[in-house]
């Protein structure tokens, strides 16, 4: 546990942008910076915060907690599915397998709640009783712990747009996915979900919800950007 006078110290000294030329061509995210040179990329997770698609201001050590969550999560599903991850030479920076990402958020949801307009209990409480191709009952409250856990994809929006709700129907319709990758996409979630909801349990914290970006090297599915973190 970091002391609260330590990161009162550091207010002034968080990462909130990076300049490392050699490592690739950049792309700077909302919280990420990408570097890609060949069939490698080296993120490194900067201290910035992100709300309602923009950046808000930087928290001492967020990007640090962020990265070593992904790892440690990387570690603890590896046999789940292959993930992206080649090493973390520093508390902010992974260096990556480059793939071809799926236009898709996989976020799996295990409570009913949320504010967003892709969040479940946003949706409910405005009379919407089939989200994303499930069928929600009457009488759902705030909160209220789901009978198992659903699915609710949104899409992958580009830079400044947002991400939308969509439902398994509308990913094969529009030809994102084919049915049988779709199916395998939504195994693996719910097994990543199960798992990370196993080993956070023993440690006294629930797993709400979250979400899980996937992409392809070759024909074959991995598991890409981040897991398990307070940000996803």
């Known amino acids: 546990m970091i002391a609260p006078e330590k990161i009162k110290e550091q207010l002034g000294k968080t990462l ?14 909302k919280v990420r910076d990408n570097y890609t040179k060949g069939n490698r990329m080296t993120i490194i997770t900067t201290d910035r915060i992100s709300a309602f698609d923009r950046v808000l201001c930087t928290i001492p050590f967020k990007g640090q907690v962020l990265n070593q969550m992904a790892v440690f999560w990387f ?16 508390p902010n920076v992974m260096v990556v397998e ?13 409570y009913v709640t949320g504010v967003t307009k892709t969040s479940i209990w946003y949706n409910y409480e405005k009379g919407v009783r089939n989200f994303c191709g499930n069928q929600l009952p009457e009488g759902l409250k705030k909160d209220q712990k789901l009978p198992e856990i659903i699915l609710t994809p949104t899409t992958k929006a580009e830079h400044g747009e947002h991400d ?3 439902s398994p129907g509308e990913i094969v319709e529009r030809g994102i996915l084919e049915k049988e990758e779709l199916e395998k996409l939504r195994e693996i979630s719910f097994n990543l979900f199960r798992r990370g909801r196993e080993i956070a349990a023993k440690q006294g914290i629930i797993l709400v919800d979250t979400k899980y970006e996937f992409g392809k090297l070759g024909d074959e599915i991995v598991l890409i950007d981040e897991i398990h973190t307070p940000d996803s």
């Open 98 to 110: 480059k793939c071809v990402p799926i236009p898709l958020e996989m976020i799996v949801r295990n």
């Open 16 to 29: 909130d942008k990076t300049d490392f030329r050699g490592l690739g061509e950049k792309y700077a995210g």
């Open 164 to 166: 939308e709700s969509i």
């Open 75 to 90: 570690n603890k599903t590896k046999d789940i599915v292959r993930n992206h991850m080649i090493s973390a030479p520093d």
